[in-house]
């Protein structure tokens, strides 16, 4: 056998393996990966989160779980037996909710630009989720600069689970309220501006939008520690999508998906405790203005401040509801201040 032959064979070898160790989940109705599509176990566990190739890692699923529920654009797609969906691709039907066009209320440009939307956090420790919030809230930029002046959220809801505490040498325990934060939409003004030689940059041309997903990681080979506190492992992708063959400025932006994966301990532990937030924003709105005033409430982390239903909205990202279906009573909303 020749070299060229010896070759081939150990490039098929790498791919099937690599190919074997990862789901890809696709559109049934254009063939085109799916990004964001969580897959949760029967207990509520948030086991994958397929990236912008559609991929999630197969090694995550396991038999025993027996349903896993597929969800994608904040809706349940599908639910899939174990032998459904431990295949190397998956089809799902994805039309179930359309793009809501995001509207334009001004075209004369000002000294600020408003994007105004609903938008979605949450935190999930060890697979299972920790606390949520949700809202509607608008996002100030600097018109020449593309750069976010300010963050106003109009109203709110948090929720959080009974169970969580905080004991300091129980890390995998605590209530991780205090990061649940919107994502900060820094540079999607100048998404180009990604130009760091550590972060990993894909795009996407969808049938419905452009999408760009921009990796990058931390503390892979060492550990840091602080005040008893071991920290590793950090990754974070930013996922931002605009107007279908757009030129990815503001006036095209439509949702932006941040997740931070952090493992952490105290140093009494014996494993790690994986850590991973979810911060969601989708675009309804864009205004021009030249003042900065718009409505906003206090946002405290211990509370609930809201006066309206807007979760009640058909094209609001209720995860609420997902994740009420697995805890039942054991999801508290705080009190509402209103």
């Known amino acids: 056998m020749n070299f060229k032959i010896k070759t081939s064979f150990l490039l098929l070898f790498v791919l099937n393996f690599f190919f074997a160790q990862t789901i890809t989940f696709v559109s049934e109705r254009s063939g085109q990966p799916l990004t964001k599509v969580s897959v949760f176990g029967k207990d509520g566990n948030i086991l994958g989160f397929s990236d912008i190739d559609g991929k999630i890692d197969r090694s995550a699923l396991k038999p025993e779980q027996e349903k896993f529920k597929i969800i994608h654009e904040n809706l349940v797609l599908a639910e899939l037996s174990y032998a459904e969906i431990n295949k190397d691709i998956v089809k799902l039907n994805d039309k179930v909710r359309e793009i809501e066009a995001v509207v334009i209320k001004k075209s004369k440009p000002a000294k600020y630009l408003f994007i105004r939307g609903n938008f979605n956090s949450y935190v999930v420790v060890n697979n299972k989720l920790n606390c949520y919030v949700d809202g509607v809230a608008t996002y100030i930029f600097d018109n020449k600069t593309k750069k976010v002046k300010s963050t106003n959220i ?25 990061s649940l934060e919107l994502p900060k ?4 003004g100048n998404i180009y501006d990604y130009k760091s030689k550590k972060a990993k940059i894909k795009e996407l041309k969808s049938a419905a939008k452009d999408q760009m997903e921009i990796t990058g990681e931390a503390l892979q080979n060492k550990e840091f ?9 950090i990754k974070t992708i930013l996922n931002v999508s605009y107007e279908k063959d757009s030129k990815k400025t503001l006036r095209d932006f439509i949702e932006s998906n941040e997740i931070g994966f952090m493992k952490l301990k105290h140093k009494t532990e014996e494993n790690y405790n994986q850590v991973v937030v979810y911060r969601n924003f989708n675009a309804a709105e864009i205004d021009f203005s030249n003042s900065k005033d718009v409505p906003k409430v206090k946002y405290d982390k211990t509370k609930s401040n809201y006066a309206t239903k807007y979760w009640e909205d058909p094209s609001f990202p209720n995860m609420q509801t997902v994740f009420s279906s697995f805890f ?11």
């Open 154 to 178: 109009e109203q709110y809801r948090i929720f959080w689970l009974e169970s969580a505490e905080n004991e300091f040498r129980k890390m995998g325990s605590w209530d991780y309220s205090s």
């Open 185 to 188: 939409l820094k540079d999607v």
């Open 225 to 233: 520690s602080i005040l008893g506190i071991r920290l590793f492992d």
């Open 328 to 338: 039942k009573d054991d999801l508290k909303e705080k009190q509402n201040v209103k």
